[in-house]
């Protein structure tokens, strides 16, 4: 698959079946993110990736109300960092550029793999970092549930979640955020 065939396939499903998560294919999966680019390569990004049934079961108690879609995923990835790991700037985040760039290349190696890589923000960060032993000083930017895409609607889904599974959301049109030399300039 070359890399504008992932990106055209990578979805946000929610209706999962569960998959064999090996060593190998989180070792490949964190390969991946690691080969991206960061300001001075500073490498800011962390993951834990989290696989195993009674670690799994124990996160349960992190996921918002609307996520019980994410109890199905055979893997959950949390994803932080810390702003002093990453160049500083006077006005800007950058570790959080840094690690979102890896953290894509991460679902689109995943998504090449085929598997489900579903990143999400509805859940208790506090309680995570508690969970998974990450220290109090580190951001929890985001989880990313992994799992198959099941042939079947989850019963558990909201009709607004049910509708996303089965059309693609629609896409802003690229006069909307792509500009020509300056904000609102026009290409063509």
Not at 19 to 28: A, F, L, N, P
Not at 52 to 60: A, D, G, Q
Not at 104 to 116: K, N, S
Request: proline share 6%.
């Amino acid at each position: 698959m070359d890399v504008v065939k992932a990106i055209e396939e990578r979805r946000a499903y929610r209706s999962l079946d569960p998959v064999e998560i090996t060593d190998d294919m989180v070792m490949e999966l964190a390969r991946c993110a690691n080969l991206s680019a960061s300001c001075a390569n500073f490498q800011p990004e962390r993951f834990v990736f989290v696989y195993s049934r009674e670690m799994l079961e124990k996160l349960k108690a992190v996921y918002d109300k609307g996520n019980a879609w994410c109890l199905a995923a055979s893997m959950m990835i949390c994803v932080f960092s810390e702003k002093k790991l990453d160049c500083t700037s006077p006005d800007r985040e950058w570790y959080l550029f840094d690690t979102g760039m890896a953290t894509a290349q991460l679902i689109l190696r995943a998504t090449e793999m085929g598997l489900v890589a579903h990143p999400i923000s509805g859940f208790n960060a506090e309680m995570a970092k508690d969970i998974l032993g990450i220290p109090k000083e580190m951001v929890v930017i985001a989880m990313v549930l992994v799992g198959k895409k099941s042939p079947n609607i989850s019963p558990v889904l909201s009709p607004k979640q049910v509708e996303r599974e089965t059309t693609r959301p629609p896409r802003f049109p690229l006069e909307k955020f792509a500009f020509k030399d300056v904000f609102g300039g026009k290409f063509g």
